[in-house]
């Protein structure tokens, strides 16, 4: 198992937050068009998947950590309800409910991302 680079992954997870904010916003923007079908991105998770963590030399005796980049895929969502007569497919509970996912996301990836920076200032104050 590779080491992986903390402040990468939060970053990582940060952006696909962001998307996964904007698929939700156009989902609501779009409640009342008809015909539209709902969005969400593919799970961070499949997202860690594709992304690999290897080690590159940057210079001679260093070692340090890339991620490769990955786009995020957007998908329609799975629909399971009785279909509208406008065949659109937005569920305003579902996403509002998806939006407070996305929030308290990014309020753990915060606290997690200043917990790391305060542990390195300590390290490195001595």
């Known amino acids: 198992m590779e080491p992986v680079n903390l402040f990468d992954l939060a970053t990582r997870q940060s952006?696909?937050?962001?998307?996964?904010?904007?698929?939700i916003a156009g989902n609501?923007?779009?409640?009342n068009t008809p015909g539209y079908l709902a969005h969400d991105v593919e799970p961070f998770e499949k997202v860690l998947e594709r992304t690999a963590v290897s080690l590159t030399a940057t210079q001679e005796g260093h070692l340090g950590f890339s991620a490769s980049e990955a786009g995020f895929r957007t998908r329609a969502q799975e629909f399971d309800g009785a279909p509208m007569p406008s065949k659109n497919t937005v569920v305003m509970e579902t996403e509002l409910m998806k939006a407070g996912e996305v929030r308290r996301a990014f309020e753990l990836n915060t606290a997690?991302?200043?917990?790391?920076?305060?542990?390195?200032?300590?390290?490195?104050?001595?």
Not at 28 to 31: E, F, S, T
């Open 15 to 23: 952006q696909w937050l962001g998307v996964r904010q904007t698929a």
């Open 28 to 31: 609501v923007a779009n409640a």
């Open 112 to 126: 997690i991302v200043k917990a790391f920076h305060g542990m390195l200032l300590a390290v490195s104050k001595g």
